[in-house]
Structures are given as C-alpha cells and as structure tokens.
C-alpha cells in the first residue's frame, strides 16, 4: 500500500492537531498501522497502532492519554489526535503499515515490522 500524511503544521504548547494518512493500493485486507516520529538526531519512535479489522489499539507510554489514533475504514485513511501537545512532541511524524492475517501474532510496534511508510508531515511545537 501506499501511504500519504497530512496535517502537520504548527502548533502551540497545550493546542491541538490532526494528522492523516491515506492509504492506496491493497486496502482488501487487514493492516497494522502506527504512527512514529522522528526528531533529528533521534531514532524513529512507535507511538500508536491499531490493528484495522479488530480496532485494537495501543500507545507507548510518551502519547498515553494525549494521542488517539483511529482508523476510517469508508475512506481509508488513518489519523492520529494530538491533544496537549508539548514542545518534546516536535518532529516528523510518519505513518506506517504492514499486512497482517486474522492468524498473525497480535500487532507490534516495533518499527521494522513495517513494510510500507510514508513520506512524513511535520509538527513544529512552540
């Protein structure tokens, strides 16, 4: 699949944003999809997954609470709500996708497990 972000800009300390991903290609199966971010000099960080069949998600410890990640089936497109952000929550964000059967072990966050990524779309904090 393909994957495209959207939605990043800047914000204020303790504002909102709402990234999105649209996905093209293969959208007939089922999916993990997460969101990471990475700040230069960083390594790429897992935020958020939601396996797209089932809706199970989850967060790393960094976004609980403040992020929420959702999956719209009609139009296949993958978001990511940042509530409260914080000047640490700057970087680029990406978001990322690999197949996956109802037989699979449940979905990771570990970002080599995933196939497809997007270009990314910037979130600046001040």
């Known amino acids: 699949v393909q994957l495209v972000e959207s939605g990043g800009d800047s914000a204020e300390a303790g504002g909102s944003r709402r990234l999105s991903c649209v996905v093209s290609?293969?959208?007939?199966?089922?999916?993990?999809m997460a969101w990471f971010r990475q700040a230069p000099g960083n390594n790429r960080a897992g935020l958020a997954l939601?396996?797209?069949?089932?809706?199970?998600?989850f967060y790393t410890d960094s976004v609980r609470g403040r992020f929420t990640i959702s999956h719209d089936n009609a139009k296949n497109t993958l978001y990511l709500q940042m509530n409260n952000l914080k000047p640490d929550d700057a970087s680029m964000y990406y978001c990322?996708?690999?197949?996956?059967?109802?037989?699979?072990?449940?979905?990771?966050?570990?970002?080599?497990?995933?196939?497809?990524w997007g270009q990314g779309t910037q979130v600046t904090v001040s």
């Open positions: 990322a996708a690999y197949r996956h059967e109802s037989w699979d072990p449940p979905c990771t966050i570990l970002a080599a497990r995933y196939t497809s």
């Open positions: 939601i396996n797209i069949v089932t809706g199970r998600t």
């Open positions: 290609g293969n959208t007939n199966t089922g999916y993990c």
